[in-house]
């Protein structure tokens, strides 16, 4: 099981660096109009578009957290005794899928929205990837 766990560490954080860094979806409007932003790049683009809130909220769910439970995942794994950050990554892990569900409500709106049309790329296989492999080793962590 310690293997295992060593093996879905890293690959959770290289993981989750490039659902971050590379392009999450890929917008077309009006058939001649495309984006394809990360999700650094839509969390920098409300905060500029004054929408502060909402950028908090999505960066507080969809980077905060996560980043908290890859961290909490790694210490508890690494420790001896790791009962107080075993209760904190347990209460990290109850907020876990909120991210992806965020994403997955944009994909929705922009596929059924007429004037806009979405596709999954890259950055969101990786950002998923992450998200299980995280709650994986979570999981084995908090068992051995």
């Known amino acids: 099981m310690r293997l295992i766990i060593a093996l879905l560490l890293p690959v959770s954080a290289f993981s989750f660096a490039l659902g971050l860094t590379l392009p999450l979806m890929r917008f077309e409007r009006l058939y001649f109009l495309e984006e394809r932003p990360s999700l650094l790049q839509i969390v920098w683009g409300l905060w500029q578009d004054s929408e502060p809130w909402l950028a908090a909220v999505i960066g507080l769910f969809s980077i905060a957290l996560p980043t908290a439970k890859i961290l909490l995942t790694h210490v508890v794994a690494l420790t001896r005794t790791p009962s107080r ?8 892990s109850k907020w876990s899928m909120l991210d992806v569900m965020l994403v ?3 994909l929705f709106a922009a596929k059924t929205s007429s004037l806009a ?6 950055g969101l296989w ?6 299980v492999s995280t709650a994986l080793a979570a999981f084995l962590t908090a068992r051995r």
């Open 85 to 92: 950050s075993l209760k904190l990554l347990s209460a990290v």
């Open 104 to 106: 997955a409500l944009v």
């Open 117 to 122: 049309d979405a596709a999954a790329l890259p």
């Open 126 to 131: 990786f950002y998923a990837a992450a998200t």
